[in-house]
């Protein structure tokens, strides 16, 4: 079964630094990019940036563009997601997702909520 | 850049009503790379359609999706208890989501 599985639920404060996971199996990790899409509390899904895992080369939204930075080690088959320094506004549950160019997104991960409060 | 709206925001219908679902693009984009995802409340998003017309693996064929150019339609042609939710078309060549409409119980 090819699936994602993220890390657990975080609680951090202003100015800490995080990073959370995105573990692929069932399939060749190095074959498909990850991207990782951002839903703050009530609204809609917004692309933060992905990465293609066989030699880490990744593309960024301009709106995410030097707050957040993609990686991936794809010798335990896991991409990365991190703030240097989080802001209240960074509280939302953040999704990554196999991009395959044939048919859109999936499967998706099961989601890692962040709260960022003081 | 281009700019995904979908309408309407929020679809009001009974159980056994169709729905139809609009999603236009700001500038021509290859339906190759049109598709359709479903989120229900606490899940993750779940591919429906790709290539704007062909359902995704394990999707019920009362899911449709049509059309070409800049605009773009999902039908759900007998609306099941299990079907309301939020629904986000993308052109996933660019990664860009619509908006989302919402379908609830009416």
């Known amino acids: 079964e090819v699936q994602l599985v993220q890390s657990g639920a975080e609680v951090k404060k202003p100015g800490e630094s995080l990073r959370i996971s995105c573990k692929g199996s069932?399939?060749?990790?190095?074959?498909?990019?990850i991207s990782w899409v951002r839903q703050m509390p009530g609204k809609g899904l917004e692309w933060m940036g992905r990465?293609?895992?066989?030699?880490?080369?990744?593309n960024y939204s301009p709106s995410f563009q030097g707050h957040v930075t993609i990686s991936a080690d794809k010798s335990i088959s896991t991409a990365y997601l991190q703030w240097s320094s989080l802001k209240a506004s960074d509280t939302a549950m953040y999704y990554c997702?196999?991009?395959?160019?044939?048919?859109?997104?999936?499967?998706w991960g099961q989601g890692t909520l962040v709260t960022v409060s003081s | 850049e281009i700019v995904l709206t979908q309408s309407p925001g929020t679809l009001s219908l009974s159980p056994g009503e169709r729905a139809t679902l609009s999603c236009r693009a700001s500038?021509?984009?290859?339906?190759?790379?049109l598709a359709w995802y479903q989120q229900k409340p606490g899940q993750a998003p779940r591919l429906l359609i790709y290539?704007?017309?062909s359902r995704a693996t394990g999707i019920p064929d009362r899911f449709s999706g049509s059309g070409s150019g800049t605009d773009f339609t999902l039908t759900i042609s007998r609306l099941e208890p299990e079907d309301f939710a939020v629904y986000y078309c993308q052109q996933y060549g660019s990664s860009r989501f619509g908006g989302g409409t919402k379908v609830e119980i009416k």
């Open positions: 997702a196999r991009l395959d160019t044939a048919i859109g997104y999936d499967p």
């Open positions: 069932g399939y060749s990790f190095t074959s498909y990019w």
């Open positions: 500038q021509s984009v290859s339906s190759s790379y």
């Open positions: 990465i293609d895992p066989s030699d880490s080369y990744t």
């Open positions: 290539g704007a017309s």
